[in-house]
């Protein structure tokens, strides 16, 4: 079966530090995984996904996440943080091509200190 | 274009109540998911619909959830009965089809008094 584990429910940065927000998965077939972002009383968007192309993702607003099979990690990442970075981050994961179910992890409340 | 919008956006409600959310996906999208985001929680899978076909209830956490999805476009979850541990962010989504990527809802924030 499928699961996600984010290592740290709460992440504080200072503004202009590398964000590094850490994603587990388990799959018993190659995975497609997902981040998504959540801004305080809205929806989740997508910042990237990766579907077996390239290893490293980039996604909107400046992040990027590395699969890492022989890790079975999909951590997410950007160079320097802005205070508009605060928010909830969500990894997830689907098993293979072609199916709805995504199992998502718990969270990570990302913190931006000026 | 438009995203996908649910509501109401904040339901307070008594418990033993009925409540009835609702969610208009993208047009076009075949696809619509529900999920339950309770504090502290992940998103829990609750059902989905794909076109015509019948829907995977899997996720309903129990009987008195059900959801309806009228003429392959909007779909309402219905809570009967409602319970305290009903209370959470009820988050809809839609996708061309399945398979392909998921988007999000704003959420309806249900609270069981």
């Known amino acids: 079966a499928q699961s996600v584990t984010q290592l740290g429910s709460h992440v504080s940065v200072s503004e202009g530090a590398l964000v590094l927000l850490r994603c587990n998965y388990s799959?018993?077939?190659?995975?497609?995984l997902f981040w998504y972002v959540q801004y305080p009383n809205q929806g989740l968007q997508l910042l990237l996904k990766?579907?077996?192309?390239?290893?490293l993702v980039k996604g909107i607003n400046g992040f990027e996440a590395e699969f890492k099979k022989s890790e079975t990690s999909f951590h997410l990442t950007k160079p320097s943080a802005h205070m508009s970075d605060a928010a909830e981050y969500f990894c997830?994961?689907?098993?293979?091509?072609?199916?709805?179910?995504?199992?998502f992890g718990t969270g990570t409340r990302l913190k931006v200190l000026a | 274009g438009a995203g996908v919008s649910q509501s109401p956006s904040n339901k307070v409600t008594e418990k033993g109540k009925d409540v009835e959310l609702r969610c208009d996906p993208i047009?076009?999208?075949?696809?619509l998911y529900w999920y339950r985001q309770s504090l502290g929680q992940g998103l829990e899978f609750l059902i989905y619909f794909q076109g015509n076909s019948a829907p995977d209830k899997s996720g309903l956490p129990s009987d008195r959830f059900s959801a309806e999805r009228t003429g392959g476009s909007v779909s309402t979850l219905t809570i009967q009965r409602t319970q305290q541990e009903d209370s959470a962010v009820y988050l809809c989504?839609?996708?061309?089809?399945?398979?392909?990527?998921?988007?999000f809802g704003p959420g309806t924030r249900l609270t069981v008094l």
């Open positions: 990766y579907t077996s192309a390239a290893t």
């Open positions: 799959s018993s077939v190659p995975p497609y």
């Open positions: 997830a994961v689907s098993d293979h091509p072609g199916t709805y179910k995504y199992i």
């Open positions: 989504a839609s996708s061309l089809g399945e398979g392909n990527t998921q988007y």
């Open positions: 047009s076009g999208h075949t696809a």
